[in-house]
């Protein structure tokens, strides 16, 4: 079965600014390109900061307000970025960022955990070489359900290879996987159903599984403390 990374997903064709672009240049760039966000490079493409439409509208939020109180730090830290004049002043940093080599679930855990809506994307020396999106993350789950399936039925078929692999049958209806069938033991369906779930595309899986034998006594760790 094939991981989906963020290689798969991404935009390659990237757009970058330089610490010293200014916010009037910036303002204009996402304006023209419909984007929310852009990353700030240095002359080797390794990503400084990100300067998204949030942090230009601390210009506008801001605009005549009273110095913060000491204690006001957040308050300080946006009142700063409302007086930057170039991306260094202006851009969040460090960066949150992905390697190509990331898979998609991964991302979006870490997309997700930062309050973010894209990843700047490096390659193995740390440069720029891309963008993920929360929209570029779902790709996965425009694949065929016939394309699912079959990736569902290898993963299976690893699993009971052992067994009667016609034993279990496979249906996908609209990214729902529905196993069915009989196989010999407990941990074999418990594994199967698991795999299927890691096949990029899958949205549920239906457990339709019987088996022969319940050895999840035996697959399950001892409790702590237990003394035989």
């Known amino acids: 079965m094939r991981t989906w990374h963020v290689s798969d997903v991404m935009t390659a064709d990237v757009i970058a600014v330089g610490p010293d672009a200014t916010y009037r ?13 852009v990353p700030v490079v240095d002359d080797d493409r390794r990503v400084l900061g990100v300067v998204s439409e949030s942090d230009l509208l601390r210009k506008i939020e801001y605009v005549g307000a009273d110095e913060p109180h000491w204690f006001e730090r957040r308050r300080r830290a946006q ?48 440069r720029l070489v891309g963008i993920v999106t929360r929209g570029d993350l779902l790709k996965e789950h425009l694949r065929t359900d016939q394309q699912i399936a079959a990736d569902v039925r290898a993963a299976v078929h690893a699993i009971v290879l052992a067994e009667n692999v016609s034993a279990v049958s496979t249906r996908v209806e609209r990214g729902v996987v529905t196993l069915a069938g009989r196989v010999e033991r407990w941990s074999t369906a418990t594994l199967a159903v698991r795999s299927a779930r890691l096949v990029p595309g899958v949205v549920e899986v239906r457990d339709r599984l019987t088996f022969d034998y319940d050895d999840h006594r035996l697959a399950d760790p001892v409790p702590a403390g237990f003394v035989a």
Request: charged residues 20%; hydrophobic residues 50%; aromatic residues 0%.
């Open 25 to 37: 240049e910036l303002v204009d760039l996402l304006a023209a390109r419909s984007i929310n966000a």
């Open 79 to 126: 009142l700063r970025k409302a007086a930057g004049r170039t991306a260094t002043g202006l851009m969040t940093a460090p960066a949150v960022v992905a390697l190509t080599s990331t898979s998609v679930r991964s991302a979006a855990r870490r997309m997700d955990a930062a309050g973010v809506k894209q990843l700047s994307v490096e390659d193995g020396l740390g």
